[in-house]
């Protein structure tokens, strides 16, 4: 090969959702996969796409997503962006804090303080030089939860603007340009169109899989799918002397066919028990069993609905018994008990509507086929909706709706309390723009919580 080129290897996962699983697996293959690296000469870089975190596992739940942070020290990567799940799952304070002892980049040009600051712990782009002296700009940027955000005290800004915005800055500076971007495949596709200065875009947020990459023009789109499964790699060819890129090329490797040490795996798995042990802090007292009932209405059911009327003060509720994946057993209830029984990064929501938008959300919610729906995403880390269940609101056997003990008023206003999941337009297409009021960062479980602390007060 001639002497004027340089080979340079990007290593790169995204949307792991703490599936640690694999994580051993991935750790020692990218710790591998630098020290050969370094021994040929070659420039190695890793990067993680967002979406690392997720409050659905006990030892991110338990470390507030620091043991996160910790795992990838661990495995040496270079800079990572965050995903909605670090973004809009964890408080203010938590994602503040969340990368305080990282020993890596954090890289988001699209998220600031209320006061259109940076965020301290975070730099809108990087530039990286090789041994042989190639700089390369890596710019980052996360979908945009603007409501969401909000509501937390953030400010967000439209990411591929921000993204081009930055990449005009920088062009003049690197020799590549990569973008990490967790906007998910159809921002990618658009930016890749909109921006030909982007030599990588590294893929995230709606899971997709590329195995050998996608070319959009001279831009080569790269992304893992998720959970782990796969971890991707990209070698670009630099030709040194003209400052060019003359070859990309990606790959997958299935993580399940990586080789993993016992060592490996002990380590992390020491580490994770350290972070659960944190949730057995009991929290409040259940004096009778409450099971969960996935196809009709239960006890603990009905607990969850006061509780969620009694959080929100709305006239009533809605809300599928899919959420419920354990019992609420008799005894002290831990932090651990609640995570298991609700582990969902699902905030309550309050929503106004008159008298005849709640009766059609109502009837719509009657759907015999509904309870049987498999679904994915939106937060939910159950596997069936389960059936719809009601607090306050029901209907006599004439078809009249009623709010309590009242027949409803078609032309006056109500507060519906729910899942922030029924809000974004699949199962009730009107609730989408609805006026509504969410609450957080608190989750569903947190309500819960809240109510049993309350009910052992009194």
Known sequence: ??????????????????????WPRIS????????????????????DVGDHVDRSHPFTEGTEGKGNVILLNEANYDAVTIGNNEGITMSKNALA????DAEFDVILANLFDEDGSQPDWAVPYQIYTTDRGTKIGVIAA???YKEFYNKLGWKIKEPRTELKRIAEKLVEKTDILICLSHMGLPQDELLAAECSAFN???????????????????????????????????????DTDAKEVVELSAEVYATDSLPVSEHVNQKIQ??????????????FYNPTVMPKNLFGPSALAEFF???LLAHTGADCALFNSGIFLEDLNEGWVTKRDLHS???????????????????????LSLNKEWPYIKIKGLGFRGDLMGAMLYEEIKMDKNGQVFIGHHPIQVKKEYTLATLDMFTFGFFFPSLKHAEKEYYMPELIRDVVSSFGKRLVKE
């Open 305 to 307: 609905g006061e509780a």
């Open 1 to 22: 090969m001639k002497q004027s080129i340089e080979t340079i290897h990007l290593y790169h996962t995204n949307d792991i959702h703490s599936h640690f699983e694999n």
């Open 28 to 47: 020692q293959f990218l710790k591998e996969r630098r020290t050969h690296h370094k021994v040929t000469g070659e420039a190695c870089y890793v990067f």
């Open 200 to 238: 990588v875009i590294f893929g995230a947020h709606t899971h997709h899989l590329f195995e050998e990459g996608k070319l959009i023009g001279n831009t080569l789109l790269a992304a893992t799918g998720k959970f782990g499964a796969f971890t991707g790699h990209v070698s670009i060819q630099m």
């Open 97 to 100: 804090s969340l990368y305080d």
């Open 270 to 283: 020491l580490l994770m028990e350290a972070g659960i042990e944190t949730m057995e802090d009991p929290i």
């Open 142 to 144: 996360t979908a945009e």
């Open 341 to 363: 029984m609700l582990p969902h990064p699902i905030n309550p929501c309050k929503i106004t509507l008159t008298g005849a938008e709640l009766e059609e959300i109502y009837k």
